[in-house]
């Protein structure tokens, strides 16, 4: 019932810049943290950016500086500004969120559910 939905990968060279989305919908009482994570081939997913519902943010240490995450509470979107890209960029991201649904909140629960997207490829060419 609730459900992520990413855009804005592609395909850019080397000091090019991107802007991913990811939109939640469905059934949503509130958001907490939003976050993207990436998998390049042949390793881990790693966290990129997260921002709390109170717009607190951090960033993994390769991209500080180049990334910025945000969000528009009223949208239920969080984006990520990708700018002076690098090959070693190149992965699939995916969106992240911690969302209390309508159902779980009239159950008398406020504990948040991880919800993923379904992955966006970004390749940087060098």
């Known amino acids: 019932q609730v459900q992520l939905v990413e855009s804005g990968g592609g395909l850019v060279q080397a000091g090019g810049s991107l802007r991913l989305s990811c939109a939640a919908s469905?059934?949503?009482?509130?958001?907490?943290?939003m976050g993207w994570y990436r998998q390049a081939p042949r390793k881990q997913r790693e966290l990129v950016a997260a921002?709390?519902?109170?717009?607190?943010?951090n960033y993994a240490d390769s991209v500080k500086g180049r990334f910025t995450i945000s969000r528009d509470n009223a949208k239920n979107t969080v984006y990520l500004q990708m700018n002076s890209l690098k090959p070693e960029d190149t992965a699939v991201y995916y969106c992240?969120?911690?969302?209390?649904?309508?159902?779980?909140?009239?159950?008398?629960?406020?504990?948040?559910?991880?919800?993923w997207g379904q992955g966006t490829q970004v390749t940087v060419s060098s």
């Open positions: 469905g059934s949503i009482f509130t958001i907490n943290a």
């Open positions: 921002i709390t519902a109170g717009g607190s943010t």
């Open positions: 992240n969120a911690d969302i209390v649904s309508v159902t779980r909140y009239y159950s008398g629960s406020y504990h948040p559910d991880d919800y």
